[in-house]
């Protein structure tokens, strides 16, 4: 009887009695509703039925058929081999060319990454398609899906489980990996060997992460309803995997928690059930992983149009079905006529009880926090000399490492047009003086020249003060000590372009001789001036963590370069304003860990998201840390619960304040 009820259900039976007509009806109306509630609550993949591709596949297989020989496999297998053995030799140069998170992922990026995402799942279906008329299948539905906002193919191939091979069946669910991985392989030999920013090689770049990294991600991963799952299911001859290692989990939690016997169910798996019970756990929380991943970047996406509400409506729809849709399949489970006189009563308050000190852990049990925060060593009470004017270095009196006193000259630079400027204005001064000499003598005799005094008077003191100005500027072209202490050297500064500057370029350092003759822009570093023995710390704290941040709270530092030595200090100082200009070694361009963005008109780096500086006192008696050294510091901040970090989390990713 419940084995027709099922078939009645599923509409593979009908009665012959009278009122089906309604139930027929009641039974399309609940199909609809859950096909709409199925995309509400998934809206990052949702699929439309297209048309039946047999007929094309019949066509396209002849021009196909070659890549199935054994030939065309172990070429393909040799190319993938090569391509993986070309990235794990050369690392570290593949590594140096690849772009920061930041900018692969930017706005710029993001129109070609989602074309790239279309056309390369259009192949891979096509590849799903193709391999199953090369083993005697049929494929009759091929339609549209919405994969994360991108149009793309979808290819049913579910008739493959009419073949008698496993092997077969499996090969089917791989081939649209293997079509992905053999493409990736071809792109990241185009991709090294082609020009750096062009767009070929762009594209290449995202045909490589497209194919490689998201489908090791979700179409290789058994936890996810793709090819790794179907792969799994035919290799272990075990159809609807992961409803049947659902339906085990439970059961044994019903039996666990509430007491209820399960009835025996001959197409459940008999061995190996907590195997099935774990894979029902790890896959919904792998499921969660991936969807809050790709909810944050769509939120970051549309948070950059300021559009934050589109991607909070699309994260509260994944939670829906994240959340509410299980606890709604849990009341209807209860909702069962009996089910409740079925519970064991000690059973259940004790998993009730147990349930709730979980929850009281969870949410109000405080335990250790640390945040981990980018650095930069930078003197402690230096004084800093920049250049104030611009102008090109003409001569270097100091060395770094030398003892200077207060006014002790440091540098020399010349500005021509400055110089040009000044011989003008002195020039035009004597030129005023000597018409305002000529008027007085004039005035004596014409009251219409006494008129004009005032104006030349006024015109004379113009001229006077942006001599003075000028002069003074010059002035500041000779650089001088602003303390006695030690000549500091400041960060190095990589070699830039030569082809795009009309001025001399200069790296390094501009202590170093063979910058003599460069241009120095105003507000470049020269030095510092101050005690090498006495360094601090300077961490970018993100505007999430400035709250917990606080003096006197302990630091663990790590150094680039010194991994197995440790620094222990303590937060002396937090900024109270926000930081305006990235320090050059820590923004993600020049290697750093802090993304920012650049002004386009003044080229200054200011960090994304708002950030704060924190001090840390660091004494190095040894001189053995030089100045601009990156790293990173863990502070230890005040307890804090593990539910109040999954909210700090949420809030913080989506913009959820209360």
């Known amino acids: 009887q419940q084995f027709l009820g099922t078939l009645h259900r599923s509409g593979l039976v009908v009665a012959g009695v009278a009122g089906q007509g309604h139930q027929l009806r009641k039974r399309r109306d609940e199909r609809k509703r859950k096909q709409m509630l199925g995309a509400v609550s998934n809206v990052l993949c949702i699929r439309f039925k297209g048309f039946d591709p047999e007929r094309l596949l019949n066509r396209m297989y002849p021009y196909f058929r070659w890549i199935f020989s054994p030939w065309m496999m172990a070429l393909s297998c040799m190319l993938m081999l090569s391509a993986l053995t070309l990235v794990v030799v050369e690392f570290d140069v593949f590594r140096s060319k690849l772009p920061d998170f930041y900018q692969f992922f930017s706005i710029h990026n993001a129109f070609l990454l989602a074309l790239v995402l279309g056309v390369t799942k259009v192949v891979h279906e096509f590849g799903h398609g193709l391999t199953c008329k090369h083993y005697g299948g049929e494929c009759h539905e091929m339609g549209v899906m919405i994969l994360v906002l991108t149009p793309c193919l979808y290819c049913n191939v579910s008739d493959s489980w009419l073949l008698p091979s496993k092997w077969q069946r499996a090969a089917i669910g791989a081939a649209g990996i293997y079509v992905e991985v053999l493409l990736a392989s071809i792109c990241t030999f185009l ?8 767009l070929f090689n762009n594209l290449c770049l995202n045909v490589m992460f497209i194919s490689s990294v998201s489908t090791i991600i979700f179409n290789a991963n058994p936890l996810l309803r793709y090819d790794g799952y179907y792969i799994l299911s035919d290799v272990t001859e075990i159809p609807n995997l992961r409803q049947k290692a659902t339906s085990i989990l439970s059961r044994k939690l019903g039996q666990l928690c509430l007491g209820l016997e399960p009835p025996d169910d001959p197409f459940l798996p008999q061995r190996n059930q907590a195997f099935f019970a774990l894979y029902s756990v790890a896959a919904a929380l792998y499921r969660w992983v991936v969807v809050f991943s790709i909810c944050w970047f769509l939120y970051k996406l549309f948070q950059s149009y300021n559009l934050e509400i589109i991607g909070q409506c699309m994260v509260a729809a ?32 004790t998993s009730l009880g147990v349930l709730a000190a979980a929850l009281l852990l969870f949410f109000f049990l405080p335990l250790p926090h640390s945040v981990i925060c980018p650095l930069e060593i930078q003197a402690r009470d230096a004084h800093p000399v920049y250049v104030e004017v611009s102008g090109e270095l003409a001569a270097i009196d100091v060395k770094p490492g030398q003892r200077v006193t207060s006014g002790q000259p440091l540098a020399q630079l010349e500005n021509i047009d400055l110089s040009l400027e000044v011989a003008r204005l002195e020039g035009s001064v004597k030129e005023y003086e000597a018409r305002l000499k000529s008027l007085m003598q004039q005035s004596f005799r014409d009251r219409h020249v006494a008129a004009q005094l005032p104006q030349v008077q006024e015109a004379l003191k113009t001229v006077r003060d942006q001599l003075e100005q000028k002069i003074a500027d010059r002035r ?33 350092t501009p202590l170093e001789p063979e910058n003599l003759g460069a241009y120095l822009e105003q507000g470049v570093l020269f030095c510092q001036v101050g005690d090498p023995t006495k360094l601090e710390a300077v961490l970018v704290v993100d505007q999430a963590d400035r709250n917990l941040i606080q003096r006197g709270q302990r630091t663990k530092i790590k150094l680039e370069g010194f991994s197995e030595t440790t620094i222990d200090g303590e937060i002396q100082e937090i900024a109270e304003s926000e930081l305006k200009v990235t320090p050059r070694r820590l923004a993600t361009p020049h290697g750093g860990e802090v993304p920012t963005k650049t002004d386009p008109k003044t080229g200054v780096e200011t960090p994304m998201s708002t950030s704060y500086q924190a001090r840390v006192p660091i004494d190095d008696p040894q001189g053995h840390y030089p100045l601009g050294l990156r790293g990173q510091a863990r502070v230890y901040t005040r307890w804090i619960s593990l539910g109040a970090r999954l909210w700090r989390l949420i809030s913080h990713t989506f913009n959820f304040q209360l």
Do not use: C
Not at 191 to 198: A, E, H, I, L
């Open 191 to 198: 991709w090294w060997f082609s020009q750096p920013g062009q």
């Open 476 to 508: 500041r072209l000779r650089l001088v000590a602003p303390a006695a202490g030690m000549v500091l050297p400041p960060t190095l500064t990589p070699p830039r372009d030569r082809s795009d500057e009309n001025l001399p370029p200069w790296s390094g």
């Open 318 to 349: 994944a939670l829906w079905g994240l959340f509410i849709v299980p606890l709604y399949k849990l009341g209807k489970f209860f909702y069962v006529p009996g089910r409740i006189d079925q519970v064991k009563k000690p059973r259940f308050y």
